[in-house]
């Protein structure tokens, strides 16, 4: 199974760092905070820019750490004393909190690197039973009476906030603007709600391990993950219209790669995500690039042109947590409706 799959992984790497706290070390050590569907990706990435750096620096013996869960937590551990050298997330809020509060990073943060610093892209996907039985295509079919959704919760996760900002945007559009027709829409889709897992990964658990719901709301890079580990028999893939598209900015820490002497490498790390060598290993991983012959060669022609972006619908993402996801804000309302 793709869990145990992943955790066989998970636990060969954990040994390996239990290995190396116990034993001297002579290099360097770059911890990378990362979303929780990550895992995978960086497991090949991380190995090649060892190799890379290998070939550059032969002296320094280079040991890459990871530490997932979703973004939002991951950069509350940040701003509690976890002293990443690089964040590798999936929203631009938990970035740019490590700014504002933290004054970890400087403000023009987004500026270091292409694309707003960010080195690839996806958008959320659906995934179904084979043979799409329940019939789910679009947003709307989503809010039809007794179906089962599995999707991560927007509190903690930027994978589940994603998903509720593009079930809002949809809804929205269609009724002209109409805000009380839009909650009404999104009360009937919350309500499907099966289980709010707190990451993308566990939410991946419960619809696959644990064969919960009809339908599993996750990044498109996640559900091709499931696909490419049980094949084609079992689930299908939906892209809806219209969609998001989910940047996933990189940064490092400045004040922890100073304290840590880690500067150069963490450039480097970041840079090396886009270097051809990298982006063809991200597309090979179910994620879309800006390169574009990259992205003709490993994904069809794919790309971002009809994904819109949350800061061109919703305004900063500053604005869209006040409003949709602070206490007491759109989504509380919604549940608490939804539960009545």
Known sequence: MIIMHTVLKIIKVTALLYCVFCAPIHGTILLNSSYDVSRELFLKINSDFIEYWKDLHPEDELIIRQSHAGSTRQAMAILQGLRADVVTYNQVIDVQILCDRGRLIPKNWQDRFPHHSSPFFSTMAFLVRRGNPKGIYNWYDLTNEGLKIIFPNPKTSGNGRYTYLSAWNCFLKNSDGDIEQTRIWMQKFLKNVKVFDTGGRAATSTFVDRNQGDVLINFESEAKLVLSQYGFNNYEIVIPTPNVLVEFPVT?????????????????????????????????????????????????????????????????????????????????QLLSIGHR
């Open 252 to 332: 490092w820490i400045d004040k922890n790669v100073i304290r840590n002497g880690t500067k150069d490498v963490a450039r480097a790390y970041l840079d090396y995500l886009y270097l051809p060598s990298a982006q063809k290993i991200i597309t090979k991983f179910g994620y879309r690039v800006n390169t574009t012959d990259i992205a003709q060669i490993y994904l069809n022609g794919s790309s971002g042109s009809q994904l819109f972006r949350i800061e061109d619908q919703f305004g900063n993402w500053n604005t869209v947590m006040d409003t949709h996801f602070k206490r007491g804000g759109e989504l509380d």
